[in-house]
Protein backbone atom coordinates (compact mmCIF):
# COMPACT_ATOMS: atom_id res chain seq x y z
CA UNK A 1 0.00 0.00 0.00
CA UNK A 2 3.09 2.16 0.86
CA UNK A 3 4.38 1.43 -2.71
CA UNK A 4 1.03 2.61 -4.40
CA UNK A 5 1.20 6.06 -2.01
CA UNK A 6 4.74 7.15 -2.45
CA UNK A 7 4.40 5.53 -6.67
CA UNK A 8 0.65 8.11 -7.15
CA UNK A 9 2.88 11.12 -5.38
CA UNK A 10 5.93 10.44 -7.68
CA UNK A 11 2.82 10.99 -10.61
CA UNK A 12 1.36 13.88 -9.49
CA UNK A 13 4.92 15.71 -9.08
CA UNK A 14 6.25 14.80 -12.45
CA UNK A 15 2.66 15.99 -14.00
CA UNK A 16 3.04 19.19 -12.10
CA UNK A 17 6.59 19.67 -13.52
CA UNK A 18 5.49 18.69 -16.74
CA UNK A 19 2.38 21.09 -16.66
CA UNK A 20 4.97 23.88 -15.18
CA UNK A 21 7.64 23.73 -18.09
CA UNK A 22 4.47 23.39 -20.60
CA UNK A 23 2.77 26.64 -19.27
CA UNK A 24 6.46 28.76 -19.42
CA UNK A 25 7.23 27.85 -22.89
CA UNK A 26 3.92 28.90 -24.13
CA UNK A 27 4.46 32.34 -22.03
CA UNK A 28 5.32 35.62 -24.17
CA UNK A 29 8.72 37.06 -22.72
CA UNK A 30 9.65 40.38 -22.26
CA UNK A 31 11.66 40.28 -25.44
CA UNK A 32 9.43 39.20 -27.68
CA UNK A 33 6.83 41.38 -26.76
CA UNK A 34 8.74 44.56 -27.21
CA UNK A 35 7.72 46.80 -30.18
CA UNK A 36 9.81 47.29 -32.91
CA UNK A 37 10.80 50.99 -33.91
CA UNK A 38 10.78 52.19 -37.26
CA UNK A 39 11.82 55.77 -37.71
CA UNK A 40 9.76 56.26 -41.11
CA UNK A 41 6.57 55.55 -39.52
CA UNK A 42 7.37 57.43 -36.28
CA UNK A 43 4.49 60.43 -35.73
CA UNK A 44 5.28 63.90 -36.14
CA UNK A 45 3.48 66.25 -33.88
CA UNK A 46 4.10 69.71 -33.01
CA UNK A 47 6.05 69.15 -30.15
CA UNK A 48 8.97 66.88 -31.47
CA UNK A 49 8.92 67.36 -35.26
CA UNK A 50 12.45 69.30 -34.66
CA UNK A 51 13.62 66.34 -32.89
CA UNK A 52 12.76 63.61 -35.58
CA UNK A 53 15.50 62.52 -37.55
CA UNK A 54 14.25 62.05 -41.02
CA UNK A 55 15.97 59.15 -42.62
CA UNK A 56 17.53 60.20 -46.20
CA UNK A 57 17.93 57.62 -49.22
CA UNK A 58 22.03 56.77 -49.30
CA UNK A 59 23.49 59.10 -51.89
CA UNK A 60 23.90 58.01 -55.27
CA UNK A 61 27.18 57.28 -56.59
CA UNK A 62 28.47 58.48 -59.41
CA UNK A 63 30.99 57.19 -61.71
CA UNK A 64 34.07 59.34 -61.90
CA UNK A 65 34.04 61.75 -64.65
CA UNK A 66 37.14 61.52 -67.33
CA UNK A 67 38.40 63.46 -70.01
CA UNK A 68 39.77 66.72 -70.47
CA UNK A 69 40.62 68.64 -67.06
CA UNK A 70 38.82 71.44 -66.08
CA UNK A 71 42.03 73.31 -65.84
CA UNK A 72 42.96 72.70 -69.77
CA UNK A 73 39.52 73.33 -70.46
CA UNK A 74 39.60 76.95 -69.91
CA UNK A 75 42.17 77.04 -73.18
CA UNK A 76 40.53 74.29 -74.68
CA UNK A 77 36.85 75.48 -75.22
CA UNK A 78 35.01 74.00 -78.07
CA UNK A 79 32.93 76.19 -80.76
CA UNK A 80 29.08 76.16 -79.03
CA UNK A 81 26.61 73.86 -81.14
CA UNK A 82 23.31 75.86 -80.14
CA UNK A 83 20.85 77.29 -81.75
CA UNK A 84 23.01 80.37 -82.42
CA UNK A 85 25.58 78.51 -84.81
CA UNK A 86 22.83 77.21 -87.71
CA UNK A 87 21.98 81.02 -88.32
CA UNK A 88 22.75 82.43 -91.95
CA UNK A 89 26.57 83.31 -91.69
CA UNK A 90 26.35 84.94 -95.30
CA UNK A 91 28.45 87.82 -95.04
CA UNK A 92 27.10 91.54 -95.45
CA UNK A 93 29.32 94.51 -95.48
CA UNK A 94 27.60 97.25 -94.24
CA UNK A 95 26.65 100.14 -96.82
CA UNK A 96 24.01 102.78 -97.43
CA UNK A 97 22.27 104.22 -100.07
CA UNK A 98 22.50 108.45 -99.53
CA UNK A 99 19.23 110.50 -99.73
CA UNK A 100 18.89 113.58 -100.68
CA UNK A 101 17.36 116.81 -98.65
CA UNK A 102 18.98 115.54 -95.35
CA UNK A 103 17.32 112.44 -95.41
CA UNK A 104 18.30 109.19 -93.59
CA UNK A 105 19.89 106.89 -96.02
CA UNK A 106 17.99 103.79 -97.61
CA UNK A 107 18.43 100.35 -95.69
CA UNK A 108 16.41 97.45 -96.97
CA UNK A 109 13.50 96.20 -94.61
CA UNK A 110 14.59 92.75 -93.86
CA UNK A 111 17.57 94.42 -93.26
CA UNK A 112 16.31 96.74 -90.70
CA UNK A 113 14.45 93.91 -89.17
CA UNK A 114 17.53 91.72 -88.67
CA UNK A 115 19.40 95.00 -86.52
CA UNK A 116 16.17 95.31 -84.36
CA UNK A 117 15.57 91.71 -83.44
CA UNK A 118 19.66 91.75 -82.35
CA UNK A 119 19.67 94.90 -80.37
CA UNK A 120 22.19 96.65 -83.49
CA UNK A 121 21.61 100.41 -84.44
CA UNK A 122 22.65 102.93 -86.90
CA UNK A 123 20.13 105.42 -86.77
CA UNK A 124 18.58 107.47 -83.98
CA UNK A 125 15.40 108.96 -84.42
CA UNK A 126 14.78 110.27 -88.02
CA UNK A 127 12.38 112.47 -86.30
CA UNK A 128 14.30 114.74 -83.89
CA UNK A 129 17.39 116.83 -84.69
CA UNK A 130 19.79 114.48 -82.92
CA UNK A 131 23.63 113.30 -84.02
CA UNK A 132 25.64 110.42 -82.43
CA UNK A 133 29.18 111.20 -82.92
CA UNK A 134 31.73 108.24 -83.05
CA UNK A 135 34.97 107.34 -84.11
CA UNK A 136 36.80 104.37 -84.95
CA UNK A 137 41.14 104.07 -83.90
CA UNK A 138 42.88 101.43 -85.39
CA UNK A 139 45.86 102.97 -84.28
CA UNK A 140 46.91 106.34 -83.34
CA UNK A 141 48.09 108.98 -86.33
CA UNK A 142 48.91 111.83 -83.86
CA UNK A 143 45.37 113.48 -83.99
CA UNK A 144 43.07 111.77 -81.39
CA UNK A 145 44.63 114.52 -78.64
CA UNK A 146 43.48 117.32 -80.91
CA UNK A 147 40.13 116.22 -81.70
CA UNK A 148 39.71 115.27 -77.74
CA UNK A 149 40.85 118.81 -76.92
CA UNK A 150 37.92 120.07 -79.97
CA UNK A 151 35.43 117.92 -78.53
CA UNK A 152 36.32 119.04 -74.63
CA UNK A 153 36.38 122.78 -76.00
CA UNK A 154 32.56 122.42 -77.68
CA UNK A 155 31.24 120.61 -74.80
CA UNK A 156 30.50 117.65 -77.48
CA UNK A 157 30.29 113.80 -76.16
CA UNK A 158 31.67 111.15 -78.37
CA UNK A 159 32.32 106.91 -78.66
CA UNK A 160 35.64 105.85 -79.53
CA UNK A 161 36.05 102.47 -80.50
CA UNK A 162 39.15 100.94 -80.31
CA UNK A 163 41.44 97.75 -81.57
CA UNK A 164 43.34 95.98 -79.51
CA UNK A 165 46.42 97.47 -80.52
CA UNK A 166 45.23 101.05 -79.94
CA UNK A 167 44.16 100.08 -76.28
CA UNK A 168 47.72 98.50 -75.15
CA UNK A 169 49.72 101.18 -77.42
CA UNK A 170 47.70 104.40 -75.95
CA UNK A 171 46.62 103.85 -72.75
CA UNK A 172 47.12 107.22 -71.68
CA UNK A 173 44.56 108.86 -74.70
CA UNK A 174 42.12 106.01 -73.14
CA UNK A 175 42.40 106.72 -69.59
CA UNK A 176 41.41 110.56 -70.66
CA UNK A 177 38.58 109.36 -72.73
CA UNK A 178 37.10 108.18 -70.14
CA UNK A 179 38.11 110.86 -68.03
CA UNK A 180 36.70 113.40 -70.20
CA UNK A 181 33.21 111.30 -70.40
CA UNK A 182 33.85 109.44 -73.70
CA UNK A 183 32.35 106.12 -74.51
CA UNK A 184 35.19 103.70 -75.59
CA UNK A 185 33.84 101.14 -77.91
CA UNK A 186 35.02 97.47 -79.05
CA UNK A 187 36.41 97.44 -82.61
CA UNK A 188 38.01 93.87 -81.63
CA UNK A 189 41.54 93.03 -80.83
CA UNK A 190 43.14 92.37 -84.21
CA UNK A 191 40.45 93.53 -86.77
CA UNK A 192 39.29 90.26 -88.67
CA UNK A 193 35.89 90.05 -90.58
CA UNK A 194 33.75 88.05 -87.99
CA UNK A 195 31.73 86.13 -90.08
CA UNK A 196 34.86 84.39 -90.89
CA UNK A 197 36.10 83.24 -87.34
CA UNK A 198 34.20 80.67 -84.79
CA UNK A 199 31.87 81.65 -81.87
CA UNK A 200 34.77 81.20 -80.01
CA UNK A 201 37.01 83.01 -81.87
CA UNK A 202 34.81 85.84 -81.69
CA UNK A 203 34.47 85.78 -77.70
CA UNK A 204 38.47 85.89 -77.48
CA UNK A 205 38.95 88.76 -80.29
CA UNK A 206 35.82 90.70 -77.62
CA UNK A 207 37.07 89.87 -74.33
CA UNK A 208 40.68 90.16 -74.71
CA UNK A 209 39.94 93.99 -75.66
CA UNK A 210 37.53 94.43 -72.87
CA UNK A 211 39.91 92.71 -69.82
CA UNK A 212 42.10 94.94 -71.11
CA UNK A 213 40.03 98.01 -71.33
CA UNK A 214 38.58 96.80 -67.45
CA UNK A 215 42.13 96.31 -65.82
CA UNK A 216 43.32 99.62 -67.44
CA UNK A 217 39.90 101.39 -66.43
CA UNK A 218 37.73 99.90 -63.98
CA UNK A 219 35.13 99.85 -66.59
CA UNK A 220 33.63 97.38 -68.85
CA UNK A 221 32.30 97.42 -72.86
CA UNK A 222 29.08 97.05 -74.25
CA UNK A 223 28.84 98.63 -77.42
CA UNK A 224 30.77 97.05 -80.47
CA UNK A 225 31.43 98.24 -84.28
CA UNK A 226 32.37 95.20 -86.29
CA UNK A 227 35.37 95.14 -88.06
CA UNK A 228 35.16 96.84 -91.51
CA UNK A 229 31.16 96.86 -91.15
CA UNK A 230 31.61 93.10 -91.79
CA UNK A 231 28.67 90.83 -90.29
CA UNK A 232 26.44 88.40 -90.54
CA UNK A 233 23.07 87.24 -88.66
CA UNK A 234 24.93 84.62 -86.85
CA UNK A 235 27.31 87.51 -85.63
CA UNK A 236 25.03 89.88 -84.77
CA UNK A 237 22.96 86.53 -82.65
CA UNK A 238 26.09 86.13 -81.03
CA UNK A 239 27.54 89.39 -79.75
CA UNK A 240 24.15 89.89 -78.65
CA UNK A 241 24.85 86.65 -76.31
CA UNK A 242 27.83 88.64 -75.26
CA UNK A 243 26.54 91.51 -74.13
CA UNK A 244 27.04 93.68 -76.82
CA UNK A 245 25.32 96.34 -78.44
CA UNK A 246 26.08 96.42 -82.31
CA UNK A 247 26.80 100.62 -83.72
CA UNK A 248 27.01 100.84 -87.24
CA UNK A 249 26.39 104.26 -89.44
CA UNK A 250 24.13 106.48 -91.19
CA UNK A 251 26.92 108.48 -92.34
CA UNK A 252 30.57 108.04 -93.26
CA UNK A 253 33.26 108.68 -96.23
CA UNK A 254 36.02 107.22 -97.31
CA UNK A 255 38.51 109.00 -94.39
CA UNK A 256 41.00 107.05 -93.24
CA UNK A 257 42.87 107.87 -96.18
CA UNK A 258 43.61 111.75 -97.43
CA UNK A 259 40.67 113.30 -99.11
CA UNK A 260 41.43 114.70 -102.71
CA UNK A 261 39.55 118.02 -101.42
CA UNK A 262 41.24 117.68 -97.59
CA UNK A 263 39.53 119.27 -95.38
CA UNK A 264 36.92 121.02 -97.05
CA UNK A 265 35.53 118.16 -98.80
CA UNK A 266 35.29 116.15 -95.40
CA UNK A 267 33.37 119.42 -93.96
CA UNK A 268 30.61 119.46 -96.85
CA UNK A 269 30.79 115.58 -96.91
CA UNK A 270 29.14 115.57 -93.62
CA UNK A 271 27.22 118.65 -93.92
CA UNK A 272 25.92 117.81 -97.24
CA UNK A 273 24.67 114.36 -95.76
CA UNK A 274 23.51 115.53 -92.33
CA UNK A 275 19.75 114.03 -91.09
CA UNK A 276 18.42 113.84 -88.27
CA UNK A 277 19.60 111.02 -85.97
CA UNK A 278 22.92 110.16 -87.85
CA UNK A 279 25.26 108.21 -86.40
CA UNK A 280 28.29 109.91 -88.18
CA UNK A 281 30.93 107.62 -88.55
CA UNK A 282 35.12 109.25 -88.70
CA UNK A 283 38.39 107.95 -88.76
CA UNK A 284 40.57 109.24 -85.96
CA UNK A 285 43.28 109.23 -88.31
CA UNK A 286 42.49 111.87 -90.94
CA UNK A 287 43.78 115.38 -90.62
CA UNK A 288 41.52 116.12 -92.81
CA UNK A 289 38.53 115.19 -90.34
CA UNK A 290 40.51 117.01 -87.50
CA UNK A 291 41.07 120.45 -89.50
CA UNK A 292 37.34 120.69 -89.55
CA UNK A 293 36.22 119.09 -86.58
CA UNK A 294 35.22 122.41 -84.79
CA UNK A 295 34.31 124.08 -87.84
CA UNK A 296 31.96 120.96 -87.98
CA UNK A 297 30.38 120.96 -84.80
CA UNK A 298 30.26 124.62 -84.24
CA UNK A 299 28.11 124.15 -87.84
CA UNK A 300 25.85 121.24 -87.14
CA UNK A 301 24.89 123.27 -83.82
CA UNK A 302 23.90 126.12 -85.77
CA UNK A 303 21.50 123.72 -87.83
CA UNK A 304 19.91 123.09 -84.05
CA UNK A 305 21.37 119.78 -83.96
CA UNK A 306 22.34 118.38 -80.30
CA UNK A 307 25.09 115.83 -79.51
CA UNK A 308 23.62 112.77 -77.94
CA UNK A 309 25.83 109.56 -76.32
CA UNK A 310 25.48 105.95 -77.41
CA UNK A 311 23.65 105.64 -73.85
CA UNK A 312 20.92 107.88 -75.04
CA UNK A 313 20.38 106.18 -78.36
CA UNK A 314 19.92 102.60 -76.72
CA UNK A 315 17.80 104.37 -74.59
CA UNK A 316 15.74 106.01 -77.18
CA UNK A 317 15.57 109.10 -75.24
Not at 2 to 19: D, E, G, N, Q, Y
Not at 108 to 113: E, F, H, N, R, Y
Not at 126 to 152: A, Q
Not at 178 to 193: A, D, L, Q, R, T
Amino acid sequence: MKKISRLIVFLFVVLAVVITVYANKNQPSSQNTKEKIYPQAKVITPDNKKQVNQIKPEAKQEPPKTGTPVSESLTNVTEPTGALENLPNEIRGWGLKRNELHAPPEVPVTIQQTLKKYDAYYLGNPSRKEIYLTFDEGYENGYTPKILDILRENNVPAAFFVTGHYLKSQPELIKRMVKEGHIVGNHSMNHPCFPDLTAEQIKVELEQVENEFNRLTGKNMIYLRSPKGEYSERTLAQTKALGYYNIFWSLAMKDWVPMPGGPEEAYQTVMDNLHPGAVVLLHAVSRDNTETLDRLIKDIKSQGYAFKTLDELIAGK
